[in-house]
């Protein structure tokens, strides 16, 4: 089992400039408030961080950047989004040359659906190219509807048959809570599973998750894996305090069906009361201007407060 593997990692949103590169300078002032506030784990370019978006330069560069602004390598989970095993195996590699061990890689995209054997070889093929056997791969289930782009558990079985030491995880971005349970079921005891649908974490009762929401609610987050109330320091007499769940829920809500990445950072802008923070790389769905006011409106009712 991967070690010190726990608690909440952030799936962190990315800023931009005003050319859509990566803003490393309000990254790093991200995560440093971040870990101020006791979140201190991060994967960066995972499914909120755009990661299929950006290159292996960018990445590097980013990496290098958050690092030599404070970030431990050990405090990283870094996303690798390809179709070619060898472009993943760079990345990986020279991200290892940095001092990074942990990564997060996806299924290939491009001319789905591929059978049990050629995703075995995918992955396999990867492994064997980084050369190195001291790092943990953690293998992403994007779920959605048709589940194309998940590796079947027979895949993920022969993977860690394979390679043991290397195959560490899953981070199940599927918002059913049966999706995961069954990867409990199936591979609890060889495996770290890390779910990313916040609902369903105090049911789940694990010690990880990957959450986006953190990059908002840190604490909420952090008090609903642990399954815990809020410690608020001041309750106003008679005023009820919202649980943990609660607050997740309302600010899902809040989320509703607009662009997830573009709507939380939207939320994010306001709260860094910097409007940069609403750009997304393309291809990824942008917010209409009735869709920015509906939302950033709503969210004045959810009242965010710092202790969250």
Same mark, same amino acid.
């Given at each position: 089992?991967?070690?010190?593997?726990?608690?909440?990692?952030?799936?962190?949103?990315?800023?931009?400039?005003?050319?859509?590169?990566?803003?490393?300078?309000?990254?790093?002032?991200?995560?440093?408030?971040?870990?101020?506030?006791?979140?201190?784990?991060?994967?960066?370019?995972?499914?909120? %961080?755009? $990661?299929?978006?950006?290159?292996?330069?960018?990445?590097?560069?980013?990496?290098?950047?958050?690092?030599?602004?404070?970030?431990?390598?050990?405090?990283?989970?870094?996303?690798?989004?390809?179709?070619?095993?060898?472009?993943?195996?760079?990345?990986?590699?020279?991200?290892?040359?940095?001092?990074?061990?942990?990564?997060?890689?996806?299924?290939?995209?491009?001319?789905?659906?591929?059978?049990?054997?050629?995703?075995?070889?995918?992955?396999?093929?990867?492994?064997?190219?980084? %050369?190195?056997?001291?790092?943990?791969?953690?293998?992403?289930?994007?779920?959605?509807?048709?589940?194309?782009?998940?590796?079947?558990?027979?895949?993920?079985?022969?993977?860690?048959?394979?390679?043991?030491?290397?195959?560490?995880?899953?981070?199940?971005?599927?918002?059913?809570?049966?999706?995961?349970?069954?990867?409990?079921?199936?591979?609890?005891?060889?495996?770290?599973?890390?779910?990313?649908?916040?609902?369903?974490?105090?049911?789940?009762?694990?010690?990880?998750?990957?959450?986006?929401?953190?990059?908002?609610?840190?604490?909420?987050?952090?008090?609903?894996?642990?399954?815990?109330?809020?410690?608020?320091?001041?309750?106003?007499? $008679?005023?009820?305090?919202?649980?943990?769940?609660?607050?997740?829920?309302?600010?899902?809500?809040?989320?509703?069906?607009?662009?997830?990445?573009?709507?939380?950072?939207?939320?994010?802008?306001?709260?860094?009361?910097?409007?940069?923070?609403?750009?997304?790389?393309?291809?990824?769905?942008?917010?209409?201007?009735?869709?920015?006011?509906?939302?950033?409106?709503?969210?004045?009712?959810?009242?965010?407060?710092?202790?969250?």
């Amino acid at each position: 089992m991967p070690m010190n593997f726990q608690g909440v990692w952030v799936d962190t949103l990315t800023p931009l400039q005003e050319n859509l590169s990566i803003d490393e300078a309000k990254l790093s002032a991200h995560l440093r408030n971040l870990s101020a506030k006791g979140v201190e784990q991060f994967v960066l370019f995972g499914q909120a %961080g755009e $990661g299929a978006s950006f290159s292996t330069d960018e990445k590097l560069s980013a990496v290098s950047h958050v690092m030599a602004s404070g970030l431990e390598a050990k405090n990283i989970l870094l996303g690798v989004q390809s179709s070619s095993f060898s472009e993943a195996a760079q990345c990986i590699r020279k991200a290892y040359d940095l001092g990074v061990r942990r990564f997060l890689v996806s299924g290939p995209l491009h001319g789905q659906p591929f059978t049990h054997l050629t995703l075995f070889e995918y992955v396999d093929q990867l492994i064997r190219r980084v %050369g190195h056997d001291d790092w943990q791969l953690f293998l992403h289930q994007l779920g959605g509807l048709s589940h194309a782009a998940d590796f079947p558990e027979v895949t993920l079985n022969d993977l860690h048959k394979v390679h043991p030491k290397i195959c560490a995880g899953v981070v199940d971005q599927d918002v059913h809570m049966n999706h995961t349970v069954d990867l409990i079921r199936s591979f609890g005891e060889l495996m770290t599973i890390a779910p990313c649908h916040e609902p369903n974490l105090a049911v789940l009762n694990l010690k990880v998750c990957v959450s986006a929401l953190a990059n908002l609610i840190p604490h909420v987050v952090e008090h609903l894996l642990v399954d815990e109330g809020i410690n608020n320091a001041t309750k106003i007499a $008679g005023m009820k305090v919202a649980k943990p769940d609660d607050r997740v829920v309302e600010l899902m809500t809040i989320l509703g069906t607009y662009p997830a990445i573009a709507a939380m950072k939207l939320l994010l802008s306001q709260h860094y009361r910097m409007e940069s923070w609403e750009r997304v790389r393309p291809p990824q769905s942008t917010l209409t201007k009735e869709a920015k006011t509906t939302l950033l409106a709503t969210f004045k009712t959810f009242n965010l407060q710092a202790t969250e």
